[in-house]
């Protein structure tokens, strides 16, 4: 059973520092894409930092670009969301997703992604 497990999420001040971690487990080989959404309450799942292999991207969304950065190990099995200065507007919980095999959809909608791990918080006061 293919599973995501999230690490890392908590409470900051503004203008703080987070890493949040990703570790895939139960298939073989280098999933196609990993990468992070987020949901605030009240508000829809938006996509925040995405990895594909083989592709010219990360891609961020545009409120995260020059704050976050995201990274994946050369095994494909995990991903990590390093988020400098944050912001209030950054508190969510954070999710984790991940596909084996190539992406059937865009990467910034939620339904691309056929995995998702069970979330951290990141709460992120003024």
């Known amino acids: 059973q293919v599973e995501l497990l999230e690490s890392g999420g908590g409470s900051v001040q503004a203008g703080g520092s987070l890493r949040l971690s990703c570790r895939a487990s139960?298939?073989?080989?280098?999933?196609?894409?990993m990468g992070w959404f987020r949901q605030a309450p009240g508000k829809e799942r938006e996509a925040v930092a995405v990895m594909l292999r083989g592709s010219s991207g990360p891609y961020y969304t545009d409120s995260v670009r020059g704050r976050f950065i995201i990274t994946r190990d050369n095994a494909g099995k995990t991903v990590d969301l390093q988020m400098d200065s944050l912001k209030p507007e950054d508190t969510a919980m954070y999710y984790c997703?991940?596909?084996?095999?190539?992406?059937?959809?865009?990467?910034?909608?939620?339904?691309?992604?056929?995995?998702w791990g069970q979330g951290t918080q990141v709460t992120v006061s003024s």
């Open positions: 997703v991940a596909n084996r095999y190539p992406n059937r959809g865009n990467w910034y909608l939620p339904g691309t992604y056929g995995t």
């Open positions: 139960g298939w073989s080989g280098a999933a196609h894409s």
